[in-house]
């Protein structure tokens, strides 16, 4: 006890010193005054900014806005990032983001934002990443914004922006990744765009884009990916220059109005996905063979005559889409020769409604093949054994979708699923239950068409990425959707070997690497979006006010565990208000140095906070006589409240200390398991370094006799067993 007071006091010292320095920051007042302003045009219906007025932006850590560790030659703190995502705001966007010089990150996205793009923020040139996805920006994107000439990334995809592209983009000569999909830009692709050397993803899908198809575009020697789909390129053609998209992974040119030849992509050896489907291109299919790599061929709804390739195979093939086109002569029965289905493979052929009169080889595929021929002369030939079942009209949906069940033989009842704790699929530990992290992401445009040959080494991309276990990943459910992109829920289970749950730190670097693209390039998973990060259960508990307690001495935070508050999905923001809440623990802790421990006050219905000094005189000071139980834990005592209640009090020895965050979680959890055979819950006391519970008393018998009792053990469902397990550790 007293080892741990000094070391306390050790602690409230080291905290005073950091105070102290946090004291002496100043942000640049230009900067300050550029926040305020900010905040004035968002709208915030939530609140979600209400400490963007309290103390120094840098020093006093405001919600989303995150600063250079280091002073500047200025001796002032700047701004180094702007993380304002899924906050609900709405409101505009203020001109004078523009006076944050210093900003690298800007994040606004999956918000409700209205109005234009300042033209102002074409002056933060050291901006690597500017995020604006998901909002209702409207007008044209300025010209100011091509002197970012550190940028990164440009994502204003999911807006409603629109007019040309701005030919000043040609300065953008560090981008790789530009998204701007699903707005309504138009008028012609300036062909400058071709000087962004190093353009990797291009999306431009989903817009108005008219006129033609630059064939500078080949200057493009990084491209990997090129999505145009859903454009009108009036009756024009694929530049031939095309062919030289050497680094070309995916192209899809879906639905753009285009028509002419399909051009030769053979020497473009990554190859891999290739849409150029709802055209009008004519002619023959190209002969020569594409990469080895190809899983996606879609060439549908196109006017394309001749007769279908033979004797070229690809290995890894997922879909063959030539539906709806004039093709003619034999159906190669020989396609799927050369692909393994053992790996979960599985193939469409869609060729219905063209031309095709016989077939070459023999019409025998293995049962995840789908071949469709209808609406070809060939159904009519009754003398071809089979023919019947590919001729068929209905047809089942090509899209997959799917959820996994952890069921396996962990009882459903055991896991506390109220409390968002669930077993860990793939956990080593059978049954661990533990309180999974839920990430929403979504593949922009990957570059195939059948995930689950492919599940095992997505995972094990993500979790190496993340410095995760593979185990640690369970994709809990996908589903693929309009584009196509591939949308799916992660849950991320804390390793066995730490704890039931993710300390915050762990949570904060996941959510970071997600939130700053922080994942190696891969072009054939494409381009991701972050969805939220939903934080439920023990990671919502965390709703925290801080204030000054009049009445107590010390710090009073009340932790709201309201249920609707945890069903909420709750943004990562969350996160950082409670590294706030943390820091302003530490902060306000030594302003009453008085005071060796801080003392941590949670409210939930019917859970009582006990002080020391009530624990103590009902123990009779913890007298041994009182002790009706011990174990590694700490000891129970039998205790008579001054209201005549007698209760059983654990506590917590000085080995089995917990993190203040840990125990309250401990106590949240306790006090939402209700179980008629199971003493409750009545209250805590965490005061100068105690850590107690405070339990209805058992007459029959000491605690751990009641709970070990044979026969009702028995018949514990794990709910109580962990309860137990939790009690007596
Ligand atoms: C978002 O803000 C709107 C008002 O702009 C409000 O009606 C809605 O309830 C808010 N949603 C959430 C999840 O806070
Ligand atoms: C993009 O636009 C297309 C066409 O309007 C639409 O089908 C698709 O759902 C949109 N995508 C998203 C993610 O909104
Ligand atoms: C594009 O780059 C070329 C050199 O590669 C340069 O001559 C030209 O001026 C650039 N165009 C623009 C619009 O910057
Ligand atoms: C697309 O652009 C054409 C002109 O090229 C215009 O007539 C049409 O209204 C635009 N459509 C949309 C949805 O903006
Ligand atoms: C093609 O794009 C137009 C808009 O440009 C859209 O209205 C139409 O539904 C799209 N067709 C297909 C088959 O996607
Ligand atoms: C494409 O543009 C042409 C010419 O402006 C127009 O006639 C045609 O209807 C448009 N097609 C689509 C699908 O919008
Ligand atoms: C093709 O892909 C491989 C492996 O990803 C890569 O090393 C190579 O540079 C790519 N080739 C081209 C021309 O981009
Ligand atoms: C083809 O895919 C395999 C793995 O699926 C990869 O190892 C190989 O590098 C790819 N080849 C090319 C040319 O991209
Ligand atoms: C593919 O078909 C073979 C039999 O031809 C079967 O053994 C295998 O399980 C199938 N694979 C899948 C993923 O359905
Ligand atoms: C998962 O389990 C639920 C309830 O037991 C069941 O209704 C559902 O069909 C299962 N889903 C899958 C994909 O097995
Ligand atoms: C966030 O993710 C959860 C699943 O983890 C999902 O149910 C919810 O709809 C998502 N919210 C948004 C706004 O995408
Ligand atoms: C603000 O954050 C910084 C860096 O994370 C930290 O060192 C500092 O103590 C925090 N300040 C306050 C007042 O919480």
């Not at 550029?34 to 915030?44: G, V």
């Not at 033209?119 to 300025?142: A, D, F, Y």
């Not at 710090?555 to 508050?565: M, Q, T, Y």
Request: hydrophobic share 40%; charged share 20%; glycine share 6%.
């Amino acid at each position: 006890m007293w080892a741990l007071r000094v070391h306390g006091y050790a602690l409230a010292v080291s905290f005073c010193f950091i105070a102290l320095v946090a004291a002496s920051r100043k942000t640049d007042p230009l900067e300050v005054k550029a926040l305020k302003d900010i905040k004035k045009s968002l709208i915030d219906p939530s609140d979600k900014l209400r400490n963007w007025n309290k103390g120094d932006p840098c020093a006093a850590n405001w919600t989303g806005v995150r600063c250079f560790d280091l002073k500047g030659d200025d001796g002032y703190f700047h701004i180094r990032e702007l993380y304002l995502m899924t906050l609900n705001l709405s409101g505009t966007l203020a001109p004078q983001l523009g006076m944050l010089s210093h900003l690298v990150i800007m994040n606004f996205m999956w918000n409700n934002l209205i109005g234009t793009i300042p033209k102002e923020i074409g002056h933060i040139t050291s901006l690597i990443l500017l995020l604006l996805s998901g909002n209702k920006l409207s007008g044209s994107l300025p010209d100011e914004l091509g002197n970012l000439k550190n940028l990164n990334r440009l994502q204003v995809d999911e807006n409603q922006l629109s007019g040309l592209v701005p030919k000043s983009f040609a300065n953008l000569v560090h981008v790789k990744h530009l998204h701007m999909n699903n707005n309504s830009f138009n008028g012609q692709l300036p062909s400058e765009l071709s000087n962004v050397s190093n353009l990797i993803h291009l999306l431009l899908d989903n817009n108005n884009f008219s006129g033609y198809l630059p064939p500078e575009f080949s200057k493009l020697q990084s491209l990997a990916i090129l999505q145009l789909d859903n454009n009108n390129f009036s009756g024009n053609g694929i530049p031939s220059t095309f062919e030289n998209l050497l680094s070309l992974v995916k192209l899809s040119l879906r639905n753009c109005s285009l028509e002419g030849a399909i051009p030769d992509f053979s020497s473009i050896r990554n190859l891999t996905y290739l849409d150029l489907s709802w055209n009008q291109f004519t002619g023959p299919i190209p002969s020569k063979k594409l990469a080895d790599n190809m899983t996606t061929f879609d060439l549908s709804h196109n006017k394309l005559n001749g007769s279908i390739p033979r004797g070229v195979v690809y290995p890894h093939l997922q879909r063959l889409q030539l539906e709806n086109n004039l093709l003619s002569g034999s159906v190669p029965a020989t396609i799927w020769q050369n692909i393994s289905f053992s790996k979960k493979a599985k193939l469409i052929i869609d060729l219905d409604n063209n031309l095709l009169s016989d077939i070459f080889g023999d019409l025998n595929p293995p049962i995840n093949v789908t071949l469709r021929l209808s609406g070809n002369p060939v159904c009519k030939k009754s003398n071809i054994q089979g023919i019947g079942q590919f001729c068929a009209h209905e047809r089942r949906d090509v899209d997959e979708s799917e959820s996994t069940n952890s069921t396996d033989v962990c009882p459903i009842q055991s896991c506390p699923v109220d409390n968002f704790f669930e077993y860990s699929p793939s956990s080593p530990v059978h049954c661990f239950c533990a309180a999974p992290l839920r990430v929403g992401y979504r593949l922009k445009s990957p570059s195939f068409s059948y995930f689950p040959p492919y599940i095992t080494s997505f995972e094990s991309y993500i979790t190496a990425s993340l410095n995760l276990s593979l185990f640690q990943l369970s994709i809990d459910s996908y589903e693929w959707e309009k584009g196509p992109r591939l949308r799916m829920y992660f849950k991320f289970f804390p390793s066995y070997n730490d704890s039931y749950t993710f300390n915050i730190s762990e949570i904060l670097r996941i959510g970071s690497i997600f939130a700053s693209w922080g994942f190696p390039r891969t072009d054939f998973f494409g381009p991701y979006e972050l969805l939220n990060v939903t934080l439920l259960g023990p990671y919502a508990n965390m709703i925290i006010n801080t204030e000054s307690g009049k009445g107590k001495k010390g710090i009073k935070v009340a932790i709201l565990i309201a249920a609707a508050a945890s069903i909420l999905a709750i943004s990562v923001i969350i996160i950082l208000n409670l590294l706030l809440f943390r820091r302003k623990l530490k902060y306000r802790h030594l302003i009453s140095s008085k005071r060796m421990s801080s003392d941590i006050y949670i409210k939930i219905d019917g859970v009582k906070s006990f002080t020391l000094k009530e624990l103590t005189h009902a123990t009779n000071k913890f007298d041994i006589s009182t002790k009706v139980g011990e174990g590694g834990y700490g000891n129970v005592y039998k205790g008579i409240l001054s209201d005549e209640t007698v209760v059983a009090v654990k506590r917590a020895g000085e080995n089995s200390l917990q993190g203040q965050k840990e125990f309250l979680t401990e106590i949240e959890l306790l006090s939402r398991l209700h179980h008629r055979n199971l003493v409750s819950l009545l209250g805590y006391c965490n005061e100068e370094g105690e850590q107690m519970l405070v339990y209805e008393f058992m007459p029959n018998g000491t605690l751990r006799e009641w709970i070990s009792g044979k026969e009702s053990y028995r018949n514990f469902s794990f709910e109580i067993r962990n309860v137990i397990y939790v009690i007596f550790r």
